[in-house]
């Protein structure tokens, strides 16, 4: 069983774009928790490894309209964690 990755970002986009961001954040498999009139997004992301994760910030940053995508948060749950009746 892979790690568990689950991350937060801060991205930031015109305001005129922010909608059309937020779509295809959501595309990319990210959920959009929060935004700003002044074109900020809260996003959660998860994946199963680090590469996995380091791949989707890239492609999220390389979207249209992203002036910047920050990770925030990044936890890590171990195999043996998932494993664990709870």
């Known amino acids: 069983m892979p790690e568990h ?33 002044e074109g900020k997004l809260v996003v959660t992301l998860e994946a199963e490894g680090q590469r996995t994760l380091n791949d989707a910030l890239t492609r999220i940053q390389l979207l249209p309209d992203v002036l910047a995508a920050t990770l925030v948060f990044h936890h890590v749950e171990p195999p043996e964690e998932l494993a664990r009746p709870l």
């Open 5 to 37: 990755h689950l991350s937060s970002l801060l991205v930031h986009t015109r305001p005129d774009t922010l909608d059309a961001v937020a779509d295809r954040l959501e595309a990319e498999g990210c959920e959009v928790h929060g935004r700003s009139p």
